[in-house]
């Protein structure tokens, strides 16, 4: 549900210039819940530390694990199939990547959904934290764990924005993740950094080498699935027969 500013507003990344996308990043209720608890989590760990150095080695190890971690969920979660096959998980499957695959112009879907997005961060940072600096560690932890979820949600933006990024780095990673969405889904999960794919053997460099995935934009969601499992073709408000020719139009039940 969009807030705040968002509330009568829809932004489509091909549409946007790179100052546009800048007020629609910082005003998104998603950013604006990050660095708040950016700000809280920091605050309360410089109280709380007695260790400095234990402290800042618990924020910095989650910058190492969290591509680790964004692999493994995007490509077996987000691109698996055990979402979509319960009424009770089809919604959520739609609305935090499938809906994203559909149309990845549209901002609205691009930024993860908070309920899925917290607890993923808290699951994996306040552990990490407290092993390393205690009560300090694990809120410096996941503050680390919010500050890099903005960097990989505006370096994602950028991607999908029609911008030509100054840096070479961001060049690279734009054309990479732009393959994943319009040539095959099925690599280059990274968002910032494609280490995990290159070990695990899901990069690809150029599309050249690599066959176009008839399921880019439906994950596999096709009309055989749909028909077994109707929910996310229900909240889509398309026929299963839709899914095997074209991107469904989203309703708001998806939103």
């Not at 969601?221 to 229900?234: D, F, G, L, Q």
């Amino acid at each position: 549900m969009a807030l705040g500013i968002w509330a009568n507003q829809r932004y489509f990344l091909n549409k946007m210039s790179l100052r546009e996308l800048v007020f629609a990043y910082l005003t998104h209720h998603a950013i604006v819940t990050y660095l708040a608890g950016v700000a809280v989590g920091g605050i309360l760990a410089a109280i709380l530390t007695d260790s400095w150095a234990h402290t800042l080695l618990a924020a910095g190890l989650v910058i190492p694990i969290y591509p680790v971690v964004w692999y493994l969920l995007h490509r077996f979660v987000l691109h698996g199939r055990m979402l979509y096959k319960s009424p009770r998980t089809a919604v959520i499957w739609k609305r935090i990547h499938f809906d994203h695959h559909q149309d990845p112009n549209d901002l609205s879907v691009l930024f993860g959904a908070l309920y899925t997005t917290l607890p993923t961060i808290a699951i994996i940072a306040l552990p990490l934290g407290w092993a390393a600096g205690g009560a300090a560690g694990a809120l410096a932890a996941l503050a680390m764990g919010l500050a890099v979820t903005c960097f990989y949600e505006f370096c994602h933006c950028i991607q999908h924005l029609p911008f030509a990024p100054r840096w070479q780095w961001l060049r690279d990673i734009k054309k990479l993740h732009l393959a994943h969405h319009f040539h095959n889904e099925a690599g280059n999960y990274g968002i910032t950094n494609f280490m995990a794919d290159r070990v695990l053997g899901t990069f690809y460099g150029s599309p050249k080498g690599t066959s176009r995935s008839a399921t880019v934009f439906n994950l596999g969601y096709t009309e055989s699935e749909a028909k077994r499992y109707p929910w996310v073709a229900r909240l889509s408000g398309v026929t299963p027969e839709d899914l095997n020719h074209r991107r469904p139009t989203r309703t708001a039940a998806g939103a």
